[in-house]
């Protein structure tokens, strides 16, 4: 290739990255910083809110057991006004947790945050002795509010998650193509230094340009993965392709007829029954949720084994009519994809490397951030010189 040609093709390259960046940089600024703050929503929850999620009163013993779900769940409703139904039940096997019961409706044609959520409720229940220690209106939640802004911009589903959808596509092309503009010509050592140090003492301009190249270099792997993983989220077709892809890099071996225990029903509520097998079954995981699925043959309880690793879990099925484990899924025994699948939340959130990750992925969040100021900077710096530049030239003309 000619050196005229790679100019021009470098040209080609800048002026995508550019008018991209102008186009979609103020949705990335809301997207990173969102983002950088939800990265530790989940302490930051429980160092905010230690009322909701930490028992006010202390269980007499260890021994204790929490009381039968159905139960708890008739306690919260009647909590809550009559037309706001439990959807959903998180629940921790500690001994120290409060148990959450969610009611959500959402309106998934409107056009604003205010309407998209009908209602938004979160009761926290002691379970060992039915007590609500605080009922939360999520809906004006803080952390709520943020994840909102991050996924929808706080416009909706309907509008706001194609726009944060392709933002996302444009932030991953001005990644690609930002990695080609700082991809020096020669790998001298001047030009090393350059290309991966900050030099301090130069003016504000040029500082400002190597804030734009230099930590968006550094930042570069994780805000693809970032980019990756928003997009699979937000494109169902892509998640179920790239599953099917992987999994068929591993051999397809014939599924084995499993062999379930047998769980007890001294109950004639089949979940009641289920919720105590696994939790005996499961006493060190993290969490477990409820999907409830009043009409449904099958009732699933989902068990988070790990903390903060959505990745890592057992999905149990239990037949609602006789309370007998029908299936059981692992993240140890999954495909390849489908494990791939399973750890999207914890690949896009920084959570599968524990609290180092968790730093990386706010400070790459924070740098992600600063691209599109760092960049519209160095535009303006340019077109004021243009003009500069422009005003010159007629002066020399006129006279």
Excluded at 166 to 173: A, G, P, Y
Excluded at 368 to 396: E, H, V, Y
Aim: aromatic share 14%.
């Amino acid at each position: 290739m000619s050196i005229s040609n790679s100019k021009m093709i470098k040209k080609t390259i800048l002026w995508i990255h550019k008018w991209l960046g102008l186009l979609s940089g103020l949705v990335i600024v809301i997207i990173s910083l969102t983002g950088s703050i939800y990265v530790f929503h989940d302490d930051l929850k429980l160092m905010f809110y230690p009322e909701k999620y930490y028992l006010s009163t202390p269980i007499p013993n260890d021994f204790s057991q929490p009381l039968p779900v159905s139960t708890l769940t008739e306690i919260a409703q009647k909590a809550l006004l009559e037309d706001e139904e439990i959807t959903r039940i998180d629940l921790y096997p500690a001994k120290n947790r409060t148990w959450v019961f969610r009611a959500v409706q959402t309106d998934e044609d409107a056009w604003t945050y205010a309407s998209y959520f009908v209602y938004n409720k979160r009761v926290f229940v002691n379970p060992y002795n039915g007590e609500i220690q605080k009922i939360e209106n999520s809906k004006t939640e803080f952390f709520q509010l943020i994840l909102q802004m991050h996924l929808n911009l706080l416009l909706g589903k309907k509008i706001g998650k194609s726009v944060v959808a392709i933002s996302t596509i444009l932030f991953v092309i001005l990644t690609l193509s930002g990695l080609v503009l700082w991809w020096p010509k020669k790998w001298t050592r001047k030009k090393i230094r350059k290309h991966f140090r900050l030099d301090w003492s130069a003016k504000w301009k040029r500082l400002n340009y190597d804030f734009h190249n230099v930590l968006g270099f550094y930042s570069l792997l994780i805000a693809l993965l970032l980019g990756f993983t928003g997009l699979v989220f937000a494109y169902p077709s892509l998640k179920s392709t790239y599953i099917y892809t992987f999994n068929q890099l591993e051999d397809s071996n014939v599924a084995m007829h499993q062999t379930f225990d047998f769980v007890p029903q001294p109950t004639s509520h089949t979940l009641d029954n289920a919720l105590k097998y696994v939790l005996q079954k499961h006493s060190e995981a993290d969490m477990m949720s409820i999907r409830l699925k009043k009409n449904a043959e099958v009732q699933d309880i989902q068990v988070r084994l790990k903390k903060d690793r959505t990745g890592r879990y057992l999905w149990y099925y239990f037949n609602q009519k006789d309370g007998q484990i029908t299936e059981v899924k692992s993240s140890a025994h999954a495909k390849l994809g489908d494990r791939m699948a399973g750890m999207n939340y914890d690949l896009h959130v920084g959570n599968f490397g524990g609290i180092f990750t968790k730093i990386m992925y706010f400070i790459a969040s924070l740098i992600c951030a600063s691209l599109p100021i760092t960049g519209f900077i160095i535009w303006i710096n340019k077109q004021k010189k243009l003009t500069k530049k422009r005003k010159k030239s007629n002066k020399k003309f006129s006279v």
